[in-house]
């Protein structure tokens, strides 16, 4: 399979704890995004990275938040001392360098605070 | 800015009826680019187009079709004769290229799309 992987694909933790997700782009892909995505809603973005440069960061992304992408391949986003308003899918997507190309998703990590 | 709004939230069609999900963005970029995304109960967003901003082309893929008009800053999707198969949330998105869009998507909050057998 040569699509966009992403594990676990479900993570039920309880308020406070910390969070990991995994991401694994399609290998020739240099460019990275995470997007969250509550029900209802169209993704939003949170960070992207070039190469393991990150190189853009949204205002939703606090500082709980942090996203790593250690030598260009795969990503992972940590969430520290998660809240109940963590609760979203977190959708993964990679893509070549060129502007005009499209990126493809993973399949996502749901993740839910209780 | 961008913006993108799908203003129907959900419709429902009976097998083999058309259906058009109308998008309309905003962007004060002079060159950016459209995006279609299906996403089926799975979860998992499907690519399902890419166009342009300098190309006003229309296309047709088998049962899909997409009417891009500038003028009026929209980027509708029609399917012809849907199966239900088609079922699930498509996102129209946008990407620009100044900074600070240039590189993440903008999307709209989607349409539910139910085909009845």
């Known amino acids: 399979d040569t699509g966009v992987s992403q594990n676990p694909r479900h993570k039920i933790t309880k308020r406070g704890q910390n969070v990991t997700f995994r991401c694994d782009p399609i290998?020739?892909?240099?460019?990275l995004y995470w997007y969250r995505q509550t029900l209802g809603q169209g993704p939003e973005f949170l960070t992207y990275?070039?190469?393991?440069?990150?190189?853009?960061k949204s205002r939703l992304l606090s500082d709980r938040f942090s996203a790593e992408r250690p030598k260009g391949s795969f990503s992972t986003l940590e969430i520290q001392r998660t809240e109940q308003g963590d609760s979203a899918m977190y959708l993964c997507?990679?893509?070549?360098?060129?502007?005009?190309?499209?990126?493809?998703f993973g399949q996502g990590t749901r993740l839910t605070v209780v | 800015a961008q913006k993108v709004t799908q203003a129907q939230t959900e419709i429902s069609v009976v097998e083999k009826e058309d259906v058009t999900l109308d998008c309309v963005y905003e962007?004060?970029?002079?060159?950016?680019?459209l995006f279609w995304y299906k996403q089926p109960p799975s979860g998992e967003l499907v690519f399902l187009i890419r166009r342009n901003s300098f190309d006003e082309q229309n296309e047709i893929s088998g049962r899909y079709s997409w009417n891009f008009q500038k003028s009026t800053s929209s980027f509708n999707f029609t399917i012809t004769a849907s199966q239900v198969v088609d079922s699930a949330v498509y996102f129209c998105?946008?990407?620009?290229?100044?900074?600070?869009?240039?590189?993440?998507?903008?999307f709209g909050s989607g349409t539910q799309l139910t085909v009845l057998p």
């Open positions: 962007t004060r970029d002079t060159t950016y680019y």
């Open positions: 998105a946008l990407r620009g290229r100044s900074s600070g869009s240039a590189r993440q998507l903008t």
């Open positions: 290998s020739e892909h240099n460019r």
């Open positions: 997507a990679s893509s070549l360098g060129q502007e005009n190309t499209e990126a493809f």
């Open positions: 990275f070039q190469n393991e440069a990150q190189l853009e």
